[in-house]
């Protein structure tokens, strides 16, 4: 997953990179980049995929916590679980279709054909493992051992 998240970040940097070459390319006329904004799309699809194991195992997610936090100890615990196990089966659902449109992609040998002209099943073929990670992860979360109850500070005799 750290492999993962690294690589989504490096594509990270050169999408910077290649938008601050575009903008400066098309302001000082000095080239024409058509292909930019496809090359922009296939990292923006990547940053996200290889990103979204490693978001979650840092539990790094936008979250709402209002109504959890007001929860007793023990229902908090089980509504993190039942939301976890929610995750896992909507990635579950997610990498079979995943599965199924790779595999539609590459039976049918269709390619895409803008800017460059490459197989289709090109684009399709890191869903499946992601969703699966992501599954796993869902699952692992699980099973993580229940919280304890918060420590009470140390009372200072008075």
């Known amino acids: 997953m750290n492999l993962l998240a690294l690589l989504a970040g ?41 990103g979204a194991p490693w978001v979650l195992r840092e539990e790094g997610h936008i979250s709402i916590e209002i109504v959890v936090e007001r929860l007793p100890l023990r229902a908090r615990g089980l509504l993190r679980r039942i939301v976890d196990g929610f995750g896992a089966l909507v990635c579950a659902v997610l990498c079979y279709y995943a599965l199924r449109t790779f595999w539609r992609s590459y039976s049918a040998k269709n390619l895409v054909q803008q800017t460059f002209v490459f197989p289709e099943w090109y684009l399709y073929v890191i869903a499946p493992p992601i969703f699966l990670i992501l599954v796993l992860l869902f699952l692992r979360r699980v099973q993580r051992p229940r919280a304890s109850a918060p420590a009470e500070p140390p009372s200072e005799g008075l």
């Not at 938008?19 to 799309?41: G, H, K, N, S």
Request: proline letters at 5%; a negative charge; hydrophobic letters at 60%.
């Open 10 to 50: 490096a594509m990270l940097c050169a999408l910077v990179v290649l938008i601050c070459m575009d903008v400066t390319a098309r302001t000082l006329r000095l080239f024409p980049t058509p292909w930019t904004l496809d090359i922009a799309e296939y990292l923006l699809y990547g940053i996200t995929f290889f």
